[in-house]
T-cell receptor, first 116, second 110 residues
């Protein structure tokens, strides 16, 4: 597709359950990012992939959060033992090269996660 | 660490009014600076960017100038429209991925 695609767009899950969120970046983009946006806040960085490897995972809040990008394209963000505080919009983004070098970063529309 | 501070909203303006949204930053080195916009029901979109001091980014009538001496990147538009109603985020990118401000909600009324 032309843009960053995220699925599901909405997910309601029960506390304690496991959740997977998928991101399909723009074709050819080597850099992929996950952010989390709570209501009334700006996006907060979670993890950054360059190719298949996590170049920076310093934003993951704890070991319940994990992300993979096995073939250097699609990425999955995995959340174990979900808590109500995990409710937020999870944003995926991609860029042609590393974002720090001034490459434009393009965002998907996000996956709304609600933990009840 | 790197951080961005932008003016709190919400900001409510009448159509054709002048807009300024203040943004200041703290960063090591020479970051690139961005304004992103989030229209209702849509994803974040890049509005404009500047990659070095004194650069001016511009798009859709919006402008922002990278001021190293005041560590600022204020967003301006001379005449806002109802369709500009959105949340605006200032962001920087240095040796780390994008760091965002908290966002400023703009409402433009006819």
């Amino acid at each position: 597709g032309a843009g960053v695609s995220q699925t599901p767009s909405n997910k309601v899950t029960e506390k304690g359950k496991y959740v997977e969120l998928r991101c399909d970046p723009i074709s050819g983009h080597t850099a992929l990012y996950w952010y989390r946006q709570s209501l009334g806040q700006g996006p907060e960085f979670l993890i950054y992939f360059q190719g298949t490897g996590a170049a920076d995972d310093s934003g993951l809040p704890n070991d319940r959060f994990f992300a993979v990008r096995p073939e250097g394209s699609v990425s999955t963000l995995k959340i174990q033992r979900t808590e109500r505080g995990d409710s937020a919009v999870y944003l995926c983004a991609s860029s042609l090269g590393p974002g720090g070098s001034g490459n434009t970063i393009y965002f998907g529309e996000g996956s709304w996660l609600t933990v009840v | 660490g790197n951080s961005v501070t932008q003016m709190e909203g919400p900001v409510t303006l009448s159509e054709e009014a002048f807009l300024t949204i203040n943004c200041t930053y703290t960063a090591t080195g020479y970051p690139s600076l961005f304004w992103y916009v989030q229209y209702p029901g849509e994803g974040l979109q890049l509005l404009l960017k500047a990659t070095k001091a004194d650069d001016k980014g511009s798009n859709k009538g919006f402008e922002a100038t990278y001021r190293k001496e005041t560590t600022s990147f204020h967003l301006e538009k001379g005449s806002v429209q109802v369709s500009d109603s959105a949340v605006y985020f200032c962001a920087l990118s240095g040796n780390t991925p994008l760091v965002f401000g908290k966002g400023t909600r703009l409402s433009v009324i006819a």
